[in-house]
Antibody
Framework: EVQLVESGGGLVQPGRSLRLSCTAS????????MSWFRQAPGKGLEWVGFVRSKRFGGTTEYASSVKGRFTISRDDSKSIAYLQMNSLKTEDTAVYFC??????????WGQGTMVTVSS | QSALTQPPSVSGSPGQSVTISCTGASSDVGSYNRVSWYQQPPGTAPKLMIY???NRPSGVPDRFSGSKSGNTASLTISGLQAEDEADYYC??????????FGTGTKVTVL
């Protein structure tokens, strides 16, 4: 079964850091770009960023709202994508989803992990 | 990058058709055939319904169709069913190699 499972969410104080993981199974992880999204409570979906496959350089792109604070990386040997979040703000509170990129769309989604930034 | 504009809500009776618009700019929707649509029932993860403007993934009913004209993309649900009640989002690749999503539309089946 093709599946993505996020982990690492929780409660964190403003200004601190948190790393989320996205573990993939059921497909050749290294062949795909991987994206992260977030959804604040009661709000819409926001694309956070993505990491390309090694075939396309493994480079990253980010939304302007997180650029310079968030870093996406991947470990193809473990089929895991990471979202390192630094200098967290209260407005980063959201459910964070990881997704598989295919045909410039997002065809597989994880169940999401909640991140709450509060003192 | 500003969010793509969608109507907050649309509604229809069972069997009717509804259309959701998604308006962007020449730097995103207008530039590429890389528009996708997602269905998100309450409390669940989004599900891909349409990719590359008008293509349906395997398993998505053919009641769902997509199109694009200029800077505006559209999702049409024909033969509306109770199970179609959900939030719907559009998304587009952009000229700066990022993605931008829509504001979301709540579809209500009357």
């Amino acid at each position: 079964e093709v599946q993505l499972v996020e982990s690492g969410g929780g409660l964190v104080q403003p200004g601190r850091s948190l790393r989320l993981s996205c573990t993939a199974s059921g497909f050749t992880f290294g062949d795909y770009a991987m994206s992260w999204f977030r959804q604040a409570p009661g709000k819409g979906l926001e694309w956070v960023g993505f990491v390309r496959s090694k075939r396309f350089g493994g480079t990253t792109e980010y939304a302007s709202s997180v650029k310079g604070r968030f870093t996406i990386s991947r470990d193809d040997s473990k089929s895991i994508a990471y979202l390192q979040m630094n200098s967290l703000k209260t407005e980063d509170t959201a459910v964070y989803f990881c997704t598989r990129d295919s045909h410039f769309a997002f065809d597989i989604w994880g169940q999401g992990t909640m991140v709450t930034v509060s003192s | 990058q500003s969010a793509l504009t969608q109507p907050p809500s649309v509604s229809g009776s069972p069997g009717q058709s509804v259309t959701i618009s998604c308006t962007g700019a020449s730097s995103d929707v207008g530039s590429y055939n890389r528009v996708s649509w997602y269905q998100q029932p309450p409390g669940t993860a989004p599900k891909l319904m349409i990719y590359e403007v008008s293509n349906r993934p395997s398993g998505v009913p053919d009641r769902f169709s997509g199109s694009k004209s200029g800077n505006t993309a559209s999702l049409t649900i024909s033969g509306l069913q109770a199970e179609d009640e959900a939030d719907y989002y559009c998304g587009s690749y952009t000229s700066i190699s990022t993605y931008v999503f829509g504001t979301g539309t709540k579809v209500t089946v009357l």
